[in-house]
Structures are given as C-alpha cells and as structure tokens.
C-alpha cells in the first residue's frame, strides 16, 4: 500500500530555509506549497516503501528543527510546533484502512521523540487534530516526548487518517467578520473551517475532511450561497477520484489539474539516483 505523508512545518516565506527542509526529504517528496501569510508549508511525501518514507519523513522533521524558531515566528495560521503536523495516509479510493497509517504514526512519534525530542501528541481514530490543539499541554499531556515544549521548536501532532483536501476560498469583500461568518455557517462533520485576513484580502480556509463526498466544487458552491467568491486555491495536491468528480469546465475556476493529483505525481516523479528533475 503506497502512504503519503503531508507534513507541515512552520514556515513559508524565506525561500532558502524552505528548500533545504524540503530537500531533506529526498525522492519521496512528490509536492510542496508554501504561504507567506500563514507562513506554512505542506511538504507531501509518499512512497509504497514504508521504511523509505519514515526515514525521509525524519530527514525533514530534523532539517525544520534545525532551521525554524518559533519565538520568531509569525503568521494567522494556528500552530503548535515548527514541525506541526505529520499524519500518515492511504493513497487511493474508499475504503480505507488505517493500519498501516496508525503503525508508521506510532514509529515516527517513538523516533521523533527519541531521537528529536519532540512532544508528540497522537491523533486519528482516538480523537481529532482539532482536539489535540484544544487541549495540549493543559487537558492533554504529550503521548511521547518530553512533557513540556521547547520554546524553540514546540511540540508536533502526529496522526493517521483519511485523505482529505486543504482548500481556501477568497471572498470577494475583504470583510473578515463576513468570512467569520461564512466558515461558521459552513463548518461540520465533513468540512472544517477557519477564517483568516491574508494581507489586503480574506478567506475562508477549509479542511474537506471527506472530499469523496464533498469535494471543492460543493465546498465553493456553498461558500457562494453566503458571500462573493473571487476565487479558490488548492493548498497540495488532491486524490485523483476527487478530481475525477468534479466536472472538467470548473477544474480551473476551482484551481484543479490532473497533474496535481497524488497519483499523478507518483507516477511522474523521478525515481531516485536519476538526477534532477
């Protein structure tokens, strides 16, 4: 079974830091998108080599605490740890099964604790990131790691999980009580969401927590239902059978392309030793 791994670290504007902790990870990192607002970056990994990806998913984890200080971070997304968040998923079509997710989970937090010491806090079938960020360090205490964070480097939410799609809408109207509004009116079981002043505009930033039933294009049709959407932006990449749901007129209103689907990278990717790309 091929598992991916969307790591998001920390940081998103300085160019250098963000291509030394991308390299880090090697021939398994298959995307990389990064906000200067949020100052984020989601690094995707995949490999059907299991070991592979959890020794390049340790590589990168260790280059972005190498290179990242939180005391001097800033940026509107919400974050627990300059690496923040490593959850481990199955690549492919419902049903999916989380056991092998839930064990390289469990040995990257043993490691990164270990070997990083890292405060890892674990999420997936026992409870949710949402969670996890409500309750560190006060109703929960890290799962491995030492027990307080370093200022420096913060502690990181480990988990395994379904596939599931980053996603923000830009309204129109740059009123951030609207889009507070709006990712209010929106959010439920299948869809998280945050509201967020990005520079001169706002948006709604959407977790599609079950994007084979509700994917981008029902997200953005029920955005637009509350405020003017001026356009959307897929934040990495997206499972191919959502893409292959969404009607191909609206693939660039909605900022899709099959090249940006986790299968398509896969199967484009140079395999490793065959030089750059």
Do not use: K
């Amino acid at each position: 079974m091929t598992l991916e791994c969307v790591v998001n670290v920390s940081e998103g504007r300085d160019s250098d830091t963000i291509s030394l902790i991308a390299t880090a990870a090697g021939p398994c990192l298959i995307d990389l998108h990064s906000d200067g607002f949020h100052n984020r970056s989601v690094c995707t990994l995949a490999d059907v080599d299991h070991e592979a990806l959890l020794a390049a998913t340790l590589e990168l984890a260790g280059a972005a605490l190498d290179l990242i200080d939180l005391r001097r971070h800033l940026g509107v997304h919400p974050r627990l740890g300059a690496v923040d968040v490593v959850p481990f998923v199955p690549v492919g079509d419902p049903p999916f099964e989380l056991g092998e997710a839930l064990a390289l989970r469990d040995a990257f937090a043993a490691r990164a604790a270990s070997e990083l010491g890292l405060p890892c806090f674990l999420y997936g079938p026992e409870r949710s990131l949402p969670e996890v960020r409500r309750g560190a360090f006060t109703a929960l205490a890290p799962d491995l790691g030492p027990r307080t964070p370093d200022p420096r480097h913060g502690a990181c939410c480990v988990g395994a999980r379904p596939p599931l799609v980053a996603y923000n809408i830009v309204l129109a109207e740059a009123d951030l009580a609207l889009a507070r509004r709006v990712a209010a009116a929106l959010r439920g079981p299948r869809l998280r969401t945050l509201a967020f002043a990005v520079g001169e505009e706002v948006q709604v930033s959407c977790n599609l927590v079950a994007p084979f039933e509700l994917g981008p294009a029902e997200a953005v049709d029920a955005c637009a239902a509350h405020a003017v959407v001026a356009r959307s932006e897929l934040v990495g990449l997206v499972p191919a059978g959502v893409l292959a749901a969404v009607p191909r007129h609206r693939w660039a209103e909605l900022d899709l392309d099959e090249a940006r689907t986790i299968e398509s990278r896969l199967a484009h990717r140079p395999r490793a030793g065959s030089g750059p790309a």
